[in-house]
């Protein structure tokens, strides 16, 4: 390449680009679909890598950081070859920055291998998606050999149906000493919370649990189901960014001793370092009329609001709504704002310097951010010349984003 007309420098930049590059720390929960490029049937940013490497020897030590920066295992032939590859030549080891496994439920893959876990000494993320896996399957004592790894992120797909899967994940959260940052997804429904399984997830929490986590994003709509089972503060009390999902479950899904939301206003309680905030409120359709409600917004909300104990100390507040899939309405959405006077409360944030809301919307047809911003002031009057309103559109929708749009 000594008669090159580019600057390897330049071509270095362009090799960076092949690589997705990771999203804000708040939507870290699509990694388990989305974030990670080299997952199996969306390999092209890997093949494009690979090309690199062959096409040029000055090209091959940038291409190399990218290939091995996220190693993915989907079989257990796959750890097997790595361990092979990193045996062969031990610098391919710290080129590891993530680990992701899939955990197949009729098979185990040995990620936690002694090779693995003292070889990868620069990876401090691991993703797992643990839907439609066992931890039955698993070795005694698994999750200590997963805290060898000098964990300080960790992103779960946690299905909360299963009590095997829900315990050893929890295990893992609450063992890693260095944990700084964590997403759960929580899918399916959640398990009830009988006193049994309480007292089991309560003895294994630790006082240490989660010291150090600073960023936190929970969502699923099993969420505050699954805060009744766990202990009180199961994400400790150092937490600076919290990302949440609101919505309430279903009535025809709420056991008779439901008493999540407590548990969930609890924990953002004991949450006193809280700068930014970011919420997901959802829809609810209400059964059997289909009739569509945001009790999370006119109830959910001030609720939170109320429950930070230090709201001096609150910098970001973002309100992610996204009213596509459910059929919600504008009027509704904007109607159940003003009820929640959440302008009230928030003139008592005096270092909140926005107040941000990001909206989808249709690709015809649909609003535009000035006829947000009017609204939403309209519907928060106590906020006027106090705090400023800003309105993102994050999303367009091909079909309609909210139920009064014509269908596309």
Not at 22 to 49: A, F, M, T, V
Not at 105 to 129: A, C, D, Q, W
Not at 310 to 316: A, C, Q
Request: glycine share 4%; charged share 20%.
């Amino acid at each position: 390449m000594e008669q090159s007309r580019l600057p390897i420098e330049l071509c270095e930049r362009v090799i960076d680009c092949l690589r997705k590059p990771q999203g804000p720390w708040w939507s870290r929960y699509s990694p388990l679909i989305e974030r990670l490029p080299y997952r199996e049937g969306s390999e092209k940013p890997l093949r494009n890598l690979v090309a690199c490497a062959r096409t040029c020897s000055a090209w091959y030590p940038r291409a190399r950081l990218h290939i091995y920066y996220t190693v993915v295992f989907n079989y257990p032939i796959q750890a097997e070859l790595f361990m092979r590859s990193i045996q062969e030549n031990p610098r391919l080891a710290d080129l590891v920055h993530e680990l992701m496994v899939y955990l197949p439920g009729e098979y185990y893959i040995p990620f936690v291998h002694g090779m693995l876990t003292k070889s990868l000494r620069n990876m401090h993320t691991m993703v797992l998606p643990l839907a439609g896996t066992s931890a039955r399957s698993y070795p005694p004592h698994h999750h200590v050999l997963v805290t060898q790894f000098h964990l300080t992120e960790l992103l779960l797909d946690l299905p909360t149906s299963e009590e095997s899967t829900l315990l050893y994940a929890f295990r893992v959260i609450w063992s890693l000493r260095d944990l700084q940052i964590l997403t759960v997804y929580l899918s399916h429904k959640a398990l009830v919370a009988t006193d049994t399984l309480v007292r089991r997830m309560r003895s294994l929490r630790r006082p240490s649990s989660c010291s150090k986590l600073k960023v936190l994003t929970v969502r699923g709509y099993s969420l505050p189901q699954t805060m009744a089972i766990l202990p009180p503060f199961p994400f400790g009390t150092a937490v600076e960014k919290l990302c949440i999902q609101l919505n309430e479950p279903r009535p025809d899904e709420v056991p008779a001793e439901y008493t999540a939301s407590h548990a969930v206003m609890e924990q953002i309680r004991h949450f006193p370092l809280l700068q930014e905030l970011r919420i997901h409120p959802e829809a609810i359709i209400r059964v059997p009329t289909s009739t569509v409600s945001w009790e999370n917004i006119s109830i959910t909300l001030p609720l939170i609001l109320r429950a930070l104990q230090s709201p001096g100390k609150l910098t970001v507040l973002n309100i992610m709504v996204n009213g596509h899939y459910l059929g919600a309405t504008r009027d509704s959405l904007l109607s159940n704002l003003s009820q929640s006077k959440v302008d009230e409360i928030l003139r008592n944030f005096p270092n909140l310097a926005v107040l941000c809301f990001e909206l989808a919307e249709s690709a015809t047809g649909g609003r535009d951010v000035a006829w947000w911003e009017e609204k939403l002031l309209d519907h928060l009057p106590a906020l006027r010349g106090v705090l400023p309103i800003v309105a993102k559109i994050t999303g367009r929708w091909s079909s309609r984003a909210w139920k009064e749009d014509s269908v596309q």
